[in-house]
Protein backbone atom coordinates (compact mmCIF):
# COMPACT_ATOMS: atom_id res chain seq x y z
CA UNK A 1 0.00 0.00 0.00
CA UNK A 2 1.28 3.58 -1.27
CA UNK A 3 1.42 5.59 2.25
CA UNK A 4 2.37 8.69 0.45
CA UNK A 5 -0.85 8.37 -1.80
CA UNK A 6 -2.88 7.19 1.50
CA UNK A 7 -1.86 11.12 3.14
CA UNK A 8 -2.92 12.98 -0.58
CA UNK A 9 -5.83 11.39 0.38
CA UNK A 10 -5.77 12.44 4.11
CA UNK A 11 -4.99 16.07 2.50
CA UNK A 12 -7.77 15.81 0.06
CA UNK A 13 -10.01 15.18 2.55
CA UNK A 14 -9.61 17.85 5.19
CA UNK A 15 -10.12 20.27 2.57
CA UNK A 16 -13.19 19.05 1.07
CA UNK A 17 -14.68 20.57 4.62
CA UNK A 18 -17.45 17.63 4.40
CA UNK A 19 -18.08 17.16 1.45
CA UNK A 20 -16.73 13.56 -0.09
CA UNK A 21 -18.91 13.14 -3.19
CA UNK A 22 -15.79 13.77 -5.34
CA UNK A 23 -12.80 12.43 -4.06
CA UNK A 24 -10.30 11.06 -6.38
CA UNK A 25 -9.51 7.75 -3.98
CA UNK A 26 -12.62 5.80 -5.17
CA UNK A 27 -11.51 3.04 -2.50
CA UNK A 28 -12.36 5.07 0.61
CA UNK A 29 -15.81 4.14 2.17
CA UNK A 30 -16.99 7.65 2.57
CA UNK A 31 -19.84 6.83 4.93
CA UNK A 32 -16.66 5.77 7.17
CA UNK A 33 -14.89 8.91 6.96
CA UNK A 34 -14.60 10.86 10.27
CA UNK A 35 -12.77 14.22 10.98
CA UNK A 36 -11.65 15.52 14.36
CA UNK A 37 -9.73 18.69 14.12
CA UNK A 38 -6.86 17.86 12.19
CA UNK A 39 -7.12 14.29 12.59
CA UNK A 40 -8.86 11.72 9.86
CA UNK A 41 -10.21 8.17 10.52
CA UNK A 42 -11.88 6.12 7.47
CA UNK A 43 -12.28 2.49 6.28
CA UNK A 44 -10.56 1.96 2.85
CA UNK A 45 -12.30 -0.31 0.57
CA UNK A 46 -9.51 -2.52 -1.80
CA UNK A 47 -11.27 -5.46 -4.20
CA UNK A 48 -8.72 -8.40 -4.09
CA UNK A 49 -7.51 -10.60 -7.16
CA UNK A 50 -10.88 -13.10 -6.00
CA UNK A 51 -13.22 -10.29 -6.41
CA UNK A 52 -13.86 -9.89 -2.56
CA UNK A 53 -13.51 -6.65 -1.07
CA UNK A 54 -10.85 -6.10 1.98
CA UNK A 55 -11.12 -3.63 4.51
CA UNK A 56 -8.87 -1.51 6.52
CA UNK A 57 -8.53 1.21 8.83
CA UNK A 58 -6.51 4.48 8.17
CA UNK A 59 -5.69 6.79 10.84
CA UNK A 60 -4.21 10.66 10.45
CA UNK A 61 -3.32 11.47 14.19
CA UNK A 62 -1.46 13.36 16.19
CA UNK A 63 1.52 11.36 16.71
CA UNK A 64 1.57 11.44 20.33
CA UNK A 65 -1.55 9.48 20.76
CA UNK A 66 -1.40 7.94 17.38
CA UNK A 67 0.02 4.86 19.22
CA UNK A 68 -3.28 3.42 20.57
CA UNK A 69 -3.70 1.87 17.32
CA UNK A 70 -2.14 -1.43 16.32
CA UNK A 71 -0.33 -0.13 12.91
CA UNK A 72 0.15 -2.49 10.01
CA UNK A 73 1.75 -0.37 8.19
CA UNK A 74 2.63 3.94 9.35
CA UNK A 75 4.25 7.38 8.33
CA UNK A 76 5.32 9.93 9.67
CA UNK A 77 4.00 13.43 8.98
CA UNK A 78 5.50 16.45 10.77
CA UNK A 79 3.56 16.58 13.50
CA UNK A 80 1.19 13.45 13.06
CA UNK A 81 1.20 9.86 12.08
CA UNK A 82 -0.70 7.96 9.20
CA UNK A 83 -0.90 4.68 10.08
CA UNK A 84 -3.15 1.25 8.40
CA UNK A 85 -4.38 -1.21 10.63
CA UNK A 86 -6.56 -4.31 10.31
CA UNK A 87 -10.32 -3.85 11.50
CA UNK A 88 -9.59 -5.89 14.99
CA UNK A 89 -10.77 -5.29 18.16
CA UNK A 90 -7.19 -3.18 19.68
CA UNK A 91 -8.39 -0.51 16.97
CA UNK A 92 -11.97 -0.89 17.51
CA UNK A 93 -11.34 -0.28 21.29
CA UNK A 94 -8.85 3.13 20.23
CA UNK A 95 -11.99 4.30 17.60
CA UNK A 96 -14.06 4.05 20.37
CA UNK A 97 -12.22 6.22 22.91
CA UNK A 98 -12.59 8.79 20.14
CA UNK A 99 -16.26 8.38 18.91
CA UNK A 100 -18.41 7.13 22.05
CA UNK A 101 -21.54 5.86 19.57
CA UNK A 102 -19.34 2.48 18.43
CA UNK A 103 -20.28 1.54 21.70
CA UNK A 104 -23.68 0.11 22.63
CA UNK A 105 -26.51 2.14 24.72
CA UNK A 106 -29.35 1.82 26.58
CA UNK A 107 -32.77 0.97 24.59
CA UNK A 108 -34.62 2.84 27.39
CA UNK A 109 -34.95 6.38 25.52
CA UNK A 110 -36.18 4.88 21.94
CA UNK A 111 -39.48 3.88 21.47
CA UNK A 112 -39.07 1.41 18.85
CA UNK A 113 -36.12 -1.20 18.69
CA UNK A 114 -35.30 -3.72 16.88
CA UNK A 115 -32.78 -6.84 16.83
CA UNK A 116 -30.78 -8.51 13.70
CA UNK A 117 -29.12 -11.47 14.93
CA UNK A 118 -26.45 -11.47 12.16
CA UNK A 119 -25.43 -15.05 12.47
CA UNK A 120 -22.75 -14.98 9.76
CA UNK A 121 -21.68 -11.42 10.81
CA UNK A 122 -21.69 -9.63 7.75
CA UNK A 123 -25.50 -8.10 7.37
CA UNK A 124 -24.86 -5.13 9.66
CA UNK A 125 -23.60 -2.56 7.16
CA UNK A 126 -26.72 -3.14 5.31
CA UNK A 127 -28.99 -3.03 7.78
CA UNK A 128 -27.50 0.25 9.67
CA UNK A 129 -27.86 2.33 5.76
CA UNK A 130 -31.78 1.01 5.74
CA UNK A 131 -32.36 1.94 9.62
CA UNK A 132 -30.83 5.78 9.19
CA UNK A 133 -33.74 8.06 9.43
CA UNK A 134 -36.56 5.46 10.36
CA UNK A 135 -36.28 6.60 14.20
CA UNK A 136 -35.44 3.03 15.28
CA UNK A 137 -32.88 1.67 17.18
CA UNK A 138 -30.96 -1.41 15.94
CA UNK A 139 -30.12 -3.97 18.09
CA UNK A 140 -27.07 -5.53 16.04
CA UNK A 141 -25.50 -7.76 18.14
CA UNK A 142 -28.09 -10.44 19.44
CA UNK A 143 -27.35 -13.99 19.81
CA UNK A 144 -27.93 -17.19 21.55
CA UNK A 145 -25.15 -18.98 23.55
CA UNK A 146 -27.11 -21.83 21.19
CA UNK A 147 -26.42 -20.06 17.68
CA UNK A 148 -23.01 -18.89 19.19
CA UNK A 149 -21.79 -22.75 19.71
CA UNK A 150 -23.61 -23.83 16.65
CA UNK A 151 -21.60 -20.90 14.51
CA UNK A 152 -18.65 -21.17 16.13
CA UNK A 153 -17.99 -17.69 17.04
CA UNK A 154 -17.81 -15.94 20.72
CA UNK A 155 -20.35 -12.68 22.05
CA UNK A 156 -16.51 -11.03 21.41
CA UNK A 157 -16.78 -11.45 17.61
CA UNK A 158 -20.18 -10.87 17.29
CA UNK A 159 -19.60 -7.61 19.45
CA UNK A 160 -16.68 -6.48 17.08
CA UNK A 161 -18.63 -6.92 13.82
CA UNK A 162 -21.55 -4.88 15.31
CA UNK A 163 -19.21 -2.09 16.36
CA UNK A 164 -16.92 -1.93 13.12
CA UNK A 165 -20.19 -1.87 10.85
CA UNK A 166 -21.11 1.11 12.81
CA UNK A 167 -17.96 3.15 12.38
CA UNK A 168 -18.10 2.42 8.89
CA UNK A 169 -21.36 2.92 8.21
CA UNK A 170 -21.09 6.10 10.30
CA UNK A 171 -24.21 5.67 12.23
CA UNK A 172 -24.20 7.91 15.23
CA UNK A 173 -28.02 7.34 16.30
CA UNK A 174 -27.75 4.85 19.23
CA UNK A 175 -27.54 1.06 18.96
CA UNK A 176 -27.76 -1.80 20.83
CA UNK A 177 -26.12 -5.01 21.97
CA UNK A 178 -28.16 -8.09 23.50
CA UNK A 179 -26.78 -10.78 25.60
CA UNK A 180 -29.59 -12.87 23.81
CA UNK A 181 -31.37 -15.85 25.95
CA UNK A 182 -28.93 -16.12 28.71
CA UNK A 183 -30.37 -19.15 31.23
CA UNK A 184 -27.51 -19.08 33.59
CA UNK A 185 -25.38 -16.62 36.16
CA UNK A 186 -22.18 -17.42 33.90
CA UNK A 187 -23.58 -16.59 30.51
CA UNK A 188 -25.28 -13.27 31.84
CA UNK A 189 -21.85 -12.04 33.24
CA UNK A 190 -19.99 -13.44 29.85
CA UNK A 191 -22.35 -11.06 28.29
CA UNK A 192 -21.75 -8.22 30.32
CA UNK A 193 -18.07 -8.43 30.32
CA UNK A 194 -17.67 -7.99 26.23
CA UNK A 195 -19.92 -4.66 26.31
CA UNK A 196 -23.56 -5.84 26.09
CA UNK A 197 -25.67 -3.44 26.95
CA UNK A 198 -28.97 -5.05 27.61
CA UNK A 199 -29.54 -9.19 28.21
CA UNK A 200 -32.33 -11.17 27.31
CA UNK A 201 -33.22 -13.77 30.52
CA UNK A 202 -34.42 -16.87 29.00
CA UNK A 203 -36.47 -18.82 32.01
CA UNK A 204 -37.27 -21.56 30.31
CA UNK A 205 -35.26 -24.00 32.45
CA UNK A 206 -37.16 -22.10 35.75
CA UNK A 207 -40.75 -22.79 34.29
CA UNK A 208 -42.63 -25.26 35.28
CA UNK A 209 -44.65 -26.34 31.76
CA UNK A 210 -46.00 -29.82 32.96
CA UNK A 211 -48.19 -27.64 35.28
CA UNK A 212 -50.54 -26.54 31.74
CA UNK A 213 -51.29 -30.29 31.75
CA UNK A 214 -52.36 -31.10 34.75
CA UNK A 215 -56.13 -31.18 35.16
CA UNK A 216 -58.18 -29.04 37.89
CA UNK A 217 -58.11 -31.40 40.53
CA UNK A 218 -54.07 -32.16 40.23
CA UNK A 219 -53.25 -28.59 39.78
CA UNK A 220 -55.24 -27.77 42.70
CA UNK A 221 -53.47 -31.01 44.79
CA UNK A 222 -50.09 -29.36 43.86
CA UNK A 223 -50.91 -25.62 44.84
CA UNK A 224 -52.06 -27.11 48.36
CA UNK A 225 -48.77 -28.61 48.76
CA UNK A 226 -47.39 -25.29 49.11
CA UNK A 227 -46.19 -24.04 52.38
CA UNK A 228 -50.04 -22.18 54.33
CA UNK A 229 -48.22 -18.89 54.23
CA UNK A 230 -47.56 -19.27 50.61
CA UNK A 231 -51.25 -20.13 49.59
CA UNK A 232 -52.47 -17.60 51.90
CA UNK A 233 -50.82 -14.91 49.97
CA UNK A 234 -51.39 -15.97 46.39
CA UNK A 235 -55.45 -16.25 47.41
CA UNK A 236 -55.24 -12.99 49.04
CA UNK A 237 -53.71 -11.39 45.94
CA UNK A 238 -54.49 -12.56 42.86
CA UNK A 239 -58.09 -15.19 43.63
CA UNK A 240 -61.76 -13.84 42.00
CA UNK A 241 -59.61 -9.99 42.14
CA UNK A 242 -60.10 -7.88 38.65
CA UNK A 243 -57.06 -5.62 37.43
CA UNK A 244 -58.47 -2.90 36.06
CA UNK A 245 -55.86 -1.75 33.44
CA UNK A 246 -58.03 1.51 32.00
CA UNK A 247 -59.55 1.92 29.03
CA UNK A 248 -61.79 -0.97 30.02
CA UNK A 249 -59.50 -3.24 29.97
CA UNK A 250 -58.96 -5.96 33.24
CA UNK A 251 -57.72 -9.18 33.54
CA UNK A 252 -59.33 -11.51 35.88
CA UNK A 253 -57.86 -14.38 38.31
CA UNK A 254 -60.38 -17.51 38.48
CA UNK A 255 -58.69 -20.37 40.78
CA UNK A 256 -57.39 -22.14 38.06
CA UNK A 257 -55.63 -19.28 36.89
CA UNK A 258 -53.74 -18.33 40.01
CA UNK A 259 -52.92 -21.92 40.70
CA UNK A 260 -51.53 -22.42 37.36
CA UNK A 261 -49.31 -19.20 37.33
CA UNK A 262 -48.50 -19.80 41.03
CA UNK A 263 -47.31 -23.19 39.88
CA UNK A 264 -45.52 -22.45 36.67
CA UNK A 265 -43.67 -18.92 37.06
CA UNK A 266 -42.78 -18.18 40.42
CA UNK A 267 -39.76 -19.85 40.42
CA UNK A 268 -38.49 -18.08 37.58
CA UNK A 269 -40.14 -14.55 38.75
CA UNK A 270 -37.62 -15.57 42.16
CA UNK A 271 -35.05 -16.31 39.69
CA UNK A 272 -35.26 -12.85 37.51
CA UNK A 273 -35.15 -11.09 40.78
CA UNK A 274 -31.90 -12.76 41.68
CA UNK A 275 -30.32 -11.70 38.41
CA UNK A 276 -31.66 -8.05 38.32
CA UNK A 277 -29.76 -7.56 41.58
CA UNK A 278 -26.44 -9.52 41.06
CA UNK A 279 -26.04 -8.59 37.07
CA UNK A 280 -28.94 -5.35 36.07
CA UNK A 281 -28.68 -2.71 38.65
CA UNK A 282 -24.79 -2.82 39.14
CA UNK A 283 -24.32 -2.44 35.88
CA UNK A 284 -27.02 -0.64 34.20
CA UNK A 285 -28.06 -2.86 32.04
CA UNK A 286 -31.68 -3.07 30.05
CA UNK A 287 -33.53 -5.74 31.24
CA UNK A 288 -35.86 -8.73 29.29
CA UNK A 289 -37.57 -11.17 30.66
CA UNK A 290 -38.41 -14.06 28.18
CA UNK A 291 -40.94 -16.12 28.73
CA UNK A 292 -41.53 -17.37 25.65
CA UNK A 293 -39.43 -20.62 25.37
CA UNK A 294 -41.99 -22.91 26.70
CA UNK A 295 -44.38 -25.18 24.75
CA UNK A 296 -47.61 -23.16 25.67
CA UNK A 297 -49.13 -19.98 25.20
CA UNK A 298 -48.62 -17.32 28.39
CA UNK A 299 -52.46 -16.49 29.25
CA UNK A 300 -53.21 -12.65 29.89
CA UNK A 301 -53.15 -13.92 33.84
CA UNK A 302 -50.09 -15.61 33.20
CA UNK A 303 -48.94 -12.24 32.11
CA UNK A 304 -49.90 -10.08 35.10
CA UNK A 305 -48.75 -12.62 37.76
CA UNK A 306 -45.42 -12.21 36.49
CA UNK A 307 -45.53 -8.70 35.49
CA UNK A 308 -47.12 -7.79 39.20
CA UNK A 309 -44.97 -10.16 40.95
CA UNK A 310 -41.80 -8.03 39.70
CA UNK A 311 -43.08 -4.89 40.52
CA UNK A 312 -43.55 -6.14 43.80
CA UNK A 313 -39.90 -6.45 44.45
CA UNK A 314 -39.20 -3.40 42.75
CA UNK A 315 -38.41 -4.66 39.00
CA UNK A 316 -39.53 -3.13 35.79
CA UNK A 317 -37.99 -4.69 32.68
CA UNK A 318 -37.95 -2.72 29.59
CA UNK A 319 -38.92 -5.02 27.83
CA UNK A 320 -41.27 -8.43 28.16
CA UNK A 321 -41.98 -11.47 25.84
CA UNK A 322 -44.86 -13.40 26.50
CA UNK A 323 -45.71 -16.25 24.08
CA UNK A 324 -48.15 -14.92 22.21
CA UNK A 325 -51.63 -16.77 20.68
CA UNK A 326 -50.79 -18.78 17.78
CA UNK A 327 -47.07 -20.10 16.62
CA UNK A 328 -44.39 -17.61 15.74
CA UNK A 329 -42.15 -20.76 13.87
CA UNK A 330 -39.28 -20.04 12.28
CA UNK A 331 -37.96 -18.34 9.06
CA UNK A 332 -42.11 -18.07 8.00
CA UNK A 333 -45.74 -16.24 8.84
CA UNK A 334 -47.43 -16.22 11.82
CA UNK A 335 -49.79 -19.12 12.25
CA UNK A 336 -53.43 -18.25 14.37
CA UNK A 337 -56.16 -16.50 14.15
CA UNK A 338 -55.46 -12.96 13.10
CA UNK A 339 -58.26 -11.47 15.24
CA UNK A 340 -57.86 -13.68 18.05
CA UNK A 341 -54.20 -12.74 18.20
CA UNK A 342 -55.37 -8.98 18.24
CA UNK A 343 -58.11 -9.24 20.89
CA UNK A 344 -55.08 -10.82 23.19
CA UNK A 345 -52.33 -8.55 22.11
CA UNK A 346 -54.16 -5.55 23.42
CA UNK A 347 -54.62 -6.93 27.06
CA UNK A 348 -51.02 -8.09 26.93
CA UNK A 349 -50.37 -4.41 25.75
CA UNK A 350 -52.35 -3.02 27.97
CA UNK A 351 -50.41 -4.75 30.79
CA UNK A 352 -46.88 -3.87 29.53
CA UNK A 353 -48.62 -0.52 29.69
CA UNK A 354 -50.28 -0.58 33.20
CA UNK A 355 -46.40 -1.97 34.86
CA UNK A 356 -44.28 0.71 31.92
CA UNK A 357 -42.27 -1.69 29.91
CA UNK A 358 -42.82 -2.86 26.38
CA UNK A 359 -43.90 -6.35 24.61
CA UNK A 360 -40.79 -7.79 23.22
CA UNK A 361 -41.76 -9.91 19.81
CA UNK A 362 -39.01 -13.07 19.60
CA UNK A 363 -39.17 -15.05 16.48
CA UNK A 364 -40.18 -12.15 14.72
CA UNK A 365 -38.64 -13.11 11.14
CA UNK A 366 -41.17 -13.07 8.48
CA UNK A 367 -44.11 -12.37 10.81
CA UNK A 368 -45.78 -10.08 8.37
CA UNK A 369 -49.69 -10.89 9.04
CA UNK A 370 -49.31 -9.34 12.48
CA UNK A 371 -46.84 -6.49 11.63
CA UNK A 372 -49.93 -4.17 11.19
CA UNK A 373 -51.51 -5.16 14.37
CA UNK A 374 -48.62 -5.44 16.61
CA UNK A 375 -47.21 -1.41 15.30
CA UNK A 376 -51.02 -0.47 15.43
CA UNK A 377 -51.86 -1.37 18.43
CA UNK A 378 -48.44 -0.71 20.09
CA UNK A 379 -48.14 2.95 18.46
CA UNK A 380 -48.26 4.82 21.78
CA UNK A 381 -45.59 2.91 23.69
CA UNK A 382 -43.31 1.50 21.31
CA UNK A 383 -41.95 -1.82 20.79
CA UNK A 384 -39.08 -4.19 20.50
CA UNK A 385 -39.32 -7.18 17.39
CA UNK A 386 -36.09 -9.58 17.25
CA UNK A 387 -35.34 -11.09 13.78
CA UNK A 388 -32.33 -13.29 12.98
CA UNK A 389 -32.79 -16.26 10.98
CA UNK A 390 -33.97 -14.04 7.62
CA UNK A 391 -30.19 -12.84 7.22
CA UNK A 392 -29.26 -16.41 6.47
CA UNK A 393 -32.08 -17.20 3.94
CA UNK A 394 -31.10 -14.23 2.56
CA UNK A 395 -27.51 -14.78 2.02
CA UNK A 396 -28.89 -18.30 0.88
CA UNK A 397 -30.93 -16.58 -1.79
CA UNK A 398 -27.02 -15.44 -3.35
CA UNK A 399 -26.38 -18.57 -3.12
CA UNK A 400 -29.17 -19.70 -4.98
CA UNK A 401 -28.66 -17.39 -7.77
CA UNK A 402 -24.93 -17.67 -7.97
CA UNK A 403 -24.35 -21.02 -7.91
CA UNK A 404 -27.61 -23.23 -7.89
CA UNK A 405 -25.98 -26.39 -8.50
CA UNK A 406 -24.18 -25.73 -5.02
CA UNK A 407 -28.02 -24.62 -3.86
CA UNK A 408 -29.08 -28.09 -4.60
CA UNK A 409 -26.39 -29.67 -3.11
CA UNK A 410 -26.86 -27.61 0.59
CA UNK A 411 -30.63 -28.14 0.28
CA UNK A 412 -30.42 -32.27 -0.41
CA UNK A 413 -28.14 -32.16 2.87
CA UNK A 414 -30.40 -30.29 5.25
CA UNK A 415 -33.71 -32.47 3.83
CA UNK A 416 -32.05 -35.65 4.66
CA UNK A 417 -30.54 -34.35 7.92
CA UNK A 418 -33.67 -32.28 9.10
CA UNK A 419 -33.70 -35.13 12.47
CA UNK A 420 -30.69 -33.56 13.76
CA UNK A 421 -32.30 -30.26 14.84
CA UNK A 422 -35.77 -31.13 15.97
CA UNK A 423 -34.63 -30.96 19.63
CA UNK A 424 -33.63 -27.22 18.96
CA UNK A 425 -36.78 -26.21 17.08
CA UNK A 426 -40.45 -25.98 16.80
CA UNK A 427 -41.56 -26.41 13.45
CA UNK A 428 -44.38 -27.48 10.82
CA UNK A 429 -41.26 -28.54 8.13
CA UNK A 430 -41.12 -32.25 7.60
CA UNK A 431 -39.76 -34.82 5.23
CA UNK A 432 -42.45 -37.15 4.61
CA UNK A 433 -44.12 -34.73 1.76
CA UNK A 434 -44.84 -32.02 2.77
CA UNK A 435 -41.05 -29.89 2.01
CA UNK A 436 -40.10 -30.36 -1.77
CA UNK A 437 -38.37 -33.38 -2.16
CA UNK A 438 -34.78 -32.72 -3.25
CA UNK A 439 -35.13 -34.72 -6.89
CA UNK A 440 -37.89 -32.45 -7.35
CA UNK A 441 -35.48 -29.44 -7.69
CA UNK A 442 -33.37 -28.34 -10.51
CA UNK A 443 -31.62 -25.38 -11.64
CA UNK A 444 -34.81 -23.84 -12.92
CA UNK A 445 -36.70 -23.61 -9.95
CA UNK A 446 -34.49 -23.72 -7.44
CA UNK A 447 -35.21 -20.43 -6.23
CA UNK A 448 -38.70 -21.55 -5.13
CA UNK A 449 -36.82 -22.71 -2.04
CA UNK A 450 -36.72 -19.54 -0.63
CA UNK A 451 -40.51 -19.13 -1.38
CA UNK A 452 -41.76 -22.43 0.09
CA UNK A 453 -42.59 -22.56 3.92
CA UNK A 454 -41.68 -25.94 4.74
CA UNK A 455 -38.20 -25.38 2.19
CA UNK A 456 -37.43 -22.20 4.39
CA UNK A 457 -37.63 -24.17 7.91
CA UNK A 458 -35.59 -26.64 6.80
CA UNK A 459 -33.05 -24.55 5.25
CA UNK A 460 -33.62 -22.42 8.41
CA UNK A 461 -33.32 -24.71 11.16
CA UNK A 462 -29.65 -26.54 9.27
CA UNK A 463 -27.56 -23.28 8.92
CA UNK A 464 -25.07 -25.14 11.86
CA UNK A 465 -25.36 -28.36 10.22
CA UNK A 466 -24.30 -27.01 6.81
CA UNK A 467 -21.53 -24.40 8.01
CA UNK A 468 -19.69 -26.83 10.30
CA UNK A 469 -20.33 -30.32 8.16
CA UNK A 470 -16.27 -31.79 7.94
CA UNK A 471 -15.34 -34.81 5.74
CA UNK A 472 -11.34 -36.02 6.76
CA UNK A 473 -10.67 -32.97 8.67
CA UNK A 474 -12.26 -30.45 5.96
CA UNK A 475 -15.23 -28.04 6.10
CA UNK A 476 -17.53 -29.58 3.24
CA UNK A 477 -19.61 -26.01 2.21
CA UNK A 478 -18.69 -23.67 4.62
CA UNK A 479 -15.34 -22.25 2.74
CA UNK A 480 -17.11 -22.65 -0.84
CA UNK A 481 -20.36 -20.86 0.84
CA UNK A 482 -18.29 -18.04 2.11
CA UNK A 483 -16.71 -17.51 -1.25
CA UNK A 484 -19.67 -16.99 -3.21
CA UNK A 485 -21.39 -14.99 -0.27
CA UNK A 486 -18.34 -12.26 0.18
CA UNK A 487 -17.97 -11.93 -3.84
CA UNK A 488 -21.34 -10.96 -3.70
CA UNK A 489 -21.56 -9.24 -0.29
CA UNK A 490 -23.71 -5.77 -2.57
CA UNK A 491 -26.34 -8.46 -3.67
CA UNK A 492 -26.70 -9.83 -0.35
CA UNK A 493 -27.29 -6.34 0.86
CA UNK A 494 -29.99 -5.79 -1.37
CA UNK A 495 -31.43 -8.92 -0.63
CA UNK A 496 -31.49 -8.35 3.49
CA UNK A 497 -32.66 -4.49 2.86
CA UNK A 498 -35.79 -5.59 0.50
CA UNK A 499 -36.55 -7.53 3.31
CA UNK A 500 -36.12 -6.35 6.43
CA UNK A 501 -37.78 -3.14 4.82
CA UNK A 502 -40.73 -5.35 4.39
CA UNK A 503 -40.98 -5.77 8.64
CA UNK A 504 -40.67 -2.30 8.90
CA UNK A 505 -43.17 -0.59 6.61
CA UNK A 506 -45.75 -3.16 8.69
CA UNK A 507 -44.80 -2.09 11.85
CA UNK A 508 -44.66 1.54 11.00
CA UNK A 509 -47.95 1.46 9.01
CA UNK A 510 -46.38 2.70 6.05
CA UNK A 511 -48.56 -0.15 4.32
CA UNK A 512 -51.23 -2.14 5.41
CA UNK A 513 -50.92 -5.57 4.70
CA UNK A 514 -48.50 -8.54 3.63
CA UNK A 515 -48.92 -7.99 0.12
CA UNK A 516 -48.54 -3.94 0.18
CA UNK A 517 -45.20 -5.14 1.96
CA UNK A 518 -44.12 -7.29 -0.87
CA UNK A 519 -44.92 -5.57 -3.63
CA UNK A 520 -43.30 -2.16 -2.24
CA UNK A 521 -40.21 -3.84 -1.72
CA UNK A 522 -40.53 -5.63 -4.73
CA UNK A 523 -37.19 -5.23 -6.97
CA UNK A 524 -38.33 -3.91 -10.02
CA UNK A 525 -35.63 -5.61 -12.10
CA UNK A 526 -33.91 -8.92 -11.97
CA UNK A 527 -31.12 -7.37 -9.26
CA UNK A 528 -29.06 -10.77 -9.53
CA UNK A 529 -28.13 -9.57 -12.56
CA UNK A 530 -26.58 -5.97 -11.84
CA UNK A 531 -23.14 -5.84 -11.43
CA UNK A 532 -21.49 -5.60 -8.22
CA UNK A 533 -20.17 -1.83 -8.28
CA UNK A 534 -23.91 -0.82 -9.84
CA UNK A 535 -24.88 -2.67 -6.33
CA UNK A 536 -22.16 -0.89 -4.24
CA UNK A 537 -23.21 2.19 -5.61
CA UNK A 538 -26.97 1.98 -5.05
CA UNK A 539 -26.23 0.79 -1.47
CA UNK A 540 -24.02 3.90 -0.54
CA UNK A 541 -26.77 6.50 -1.98
Same mark, same amino acid.
Request: glycine share 6%.
Given at each position: ?13 LA ?12 I ?7 D ?8 ? *? ?7 E ?5 Y ?11 ? +????D ?11 ? @? ?8 ? *? ?6 R ?10 D ?5 S ?24 V ?9 ? *?S ?8 GF? =? ?5 G ?7 E?? =? ?15 EI ?5 TL ?6 K??N ?15 N??F ?11 K &??V? +?S ?8 L????? =??? %??V ?18 ? @? ?6 N?L ?11 P? %?Y??F ?7 G??K???? +?Y ?9 F??? #? ?8 LS ?5 G???? +?H???V ?5 N??E? #????? &????D ?7 ? $? ?10 Y? %?? $???DG??P ?5 N ?13 R ?9 I ?6 ? &? ?20 Y ?9 D ?7 T ?8 ? @? ?5 K ?12
Amino acid at each position: MDLNELLVDVKEILAADGNYDNLSNKEIYTPSIQVDRRNVYFILH *QTNSDGIIEKSLVVYENRLTAGDFDAE +ESLTDQDSTLLVGALNE @PNNVALAKRF *QWMRPTSRRNYKYTFGLGDRLGNASNAHLRLFKGRGIMPVLAQQSIRELVLMHRTNTDVF *QSASWAVFEEGFT =YGWGADGDHVKTPYEVD =YAVKIGCSMITLDCTEEIDNDIVTLNDDDLDKRFNQLDPDQIKYFNDTYLNKTFDLGNGRSVKFTK &HDVE +ESALTFYGAILFAAGI =YKK %FVVPYNLDFEISMDETPYQTTN @PNHFFFANELHRRGITPVTMAPR %FYGEFQKAIDYIGDTKRFER +EYVIHEAIAEHFGYK #LSIHSGSDKLSVYEIIGRVSK +EHGWHVKTAGTNWLEA #LRVIA &HKDPDFMLELYKF $AYENLDDVKAFYV %FN $AQTDGTAPKPEDMNKENVMDLLDNDDARQVLHTMYGSIMNLKHNY &HYVYRDKFWNILLKNQALYDRYLNIHIAEHLDLLQGVVKTKKEAQEKNE @PKTDISKESNQELEEAAIK
